[in-house]
């Protein structure tokens, strides 16, 4: 909804996709910042640091209106930040208040940001910036959280270099101009044709107790990797001159041959899509699917050196968004591209003092996924967590707790044995 003074900028290639997504899936599309505040808070101070990071950023004042190709950003002018103050009756209490503050959905045409601060003690708070995926992504909110901190301590912010809206000028004439921009993005095309050619899009085969998840939010199983396997994954990526992801998405790919007896695998990803350094402090949905096709084949070493080159390449050509993919060259089997989702949370400084108080991030897992089976691995304690959600009639709560399961087997085991065949 329009208001006085608002802008009227055209939406993004990858907000007409998220949107679009969110109006057809009725998927779960909330992207939070939620923190732990612990020592003696000032609201005051905390609700001027919220209005600051809302005027430095338009992303944080922005609504849509329209749909597909007339999807419209609705700019306002910086304004306060509501930021209502609930107690809770203990530490106990705060699963089911988060849980349903991230259940209530936010409407893109009214409103694309909520908070509020859970006061769970006199010196123990948490707030939670809930925002729509429309006006953020998984980059964004870490650069929120580090901006809030330094808010908070009345620090200087650097001024920015870009706009989300340049972004997305340079988006537009890279797909419809004829300058430097387009023949960019024409090399890029060029590279994921000849990638994608010939693939197959991957399913699974039915599991015995396969049941949709009720309603719309996706089931969730999870596993957890020591600190002493999380090591030696890093160890051996460093080995292998390559990165942890790498070799965690190997061992996915080899789960995956096995699971079903296919040895083309195409599984999709998130992109920062971040390569220019001035964009790194822009806040705004700029994140990119890639489709990362690898051939599972030799041993789990070979298997990383070519899943090095498939996500070498895909980082490289990270710019083009989905719908300008050659995705028709896929052959269909029943599925989606983005059937089968593979990320890696990365390991942000979750713990800083500022402003006399400290600060947590905090990673919700049962945040739900769009995807109808995505597999996520986050930083925990030193460890690692594996989280499958999954919303798909061939995986029920049994069989998706035995693939999570089997999946951490396969991390310990392959890359203890690295010369082990895969194929």
């Not at 270099?161 to 340079?170: A, G, H, Y």
């Not at 537009?172 to 590279?191: H, I, L």
């Not at 069989?399 to 991390?411: G, K």
Request: with cysteine.
């Amino acid at each position: 909804m329009a208001t006085l003074g608002a802008r009227q900028l055209p939406a993004s290639i990858g907000q007409r996709l998220l949107w679009m997504i969110g109006h057809h899936r009725g998927a779960t599309l909330s992207c939070p910042l939620i923190c732990r505040l612990s020592g003696p808070l000032d609201h005051d101070r905390l609700r001027a640091a919220l209005a600051a990071l809302v005027a430095r950023h338009d992303s944080l004042r922005t609504t849509f209106t329209g749909r597909g190709h007339r999807l419209t950003q609705v700019v306002g002018e910086p304004e306060g930040v509501d930021l209502p103050v609930v107690a809770l009756a203990g530490p106990e209490a705060l699963p089911a208040a988060l849980a349903a503050e991230l259940a209530r959905p936010l409407d893109p045409a009214v409103q694309t940001r909520r908070a509020v601060l859970w006061r769970v003690s006199a010196t123990e708070h948490v707030l939670c910036l809930n925002l729509h995926h429309l006006i953020t992504d998984a980059w964004s909110c870490g650069v929120l959280y580090a901006e809030l901190r330094e808010l908070y301590a009345d620090r200087p912010l650097p001024q920015l270099d870009l706009t989300f809206q340049d972004i997305v000028d340079r988006q537009t004439a890279g797909t419809s101009g004829s300058g430097p921009e387009r023949q960019r993005f024409d090399r890029q095309r060029d590279y994921w044709r000849r990638r994608l050619d010939g693939a197959r899009i991957l399913t699974l085969p039915a599991a015995p107790d396969a049941d949709p998840p009720e309603a719309a939010r996706p089931g969730l199983a999870s596993a957890d990797l020591s600190a002493e396997i999380t090591a030696r994954v890093a160890a051996l990526a460093q080995r292998l001159r390559t990165t942890p992801f790498v070799v965690f998405l190997a061992v996915y790919y080899a789960q995956l041959a096995a699971y079903t007896g296919k040895h083309d695998v195409v599984v999709a990803t998130l992109f920062a899509n971040r390569l220019d350094r001035r964009t790194q402090g822009v806040v705004g949905f700029l994140a990119t699917m890639a489709l990362l096709r690898t051939e599972v084949r030799g041993t789990f070493a070979d298997l990383v050196a070519r899943t090095h080159t498939t996500v070498s390449g895909a980082f490289a050509h990270q710019e083009l968004p989905l719908q300008l993919l050659p995705t028709a060259a896929l052959t269909p089997a029943g599925g989606r591209v983005d059937d089968l989702v593979f990320q890696m949370m990365p390991d942000p400084h979750q713990r800083a003092h500022a402003g006399g108080i400290d600060f947590e991030l905090v990673l919700p897992e049962e945040i739900g996924s769009r995807f109808r089976l995505e597999l996520v691995l986050a930083p925990v304690d030193g460890g690692t967590r594996v989280l499958l959600y999954h919303h798909t009639d061939q995986f029920g709560p049994a069989s998706a707790q035995a693939f999570t399961t089997r999946y951490a087997t396969l991390v310990d085991s392959l890359t203890a044995t690295p010369d082990t065949p895969t194929g």
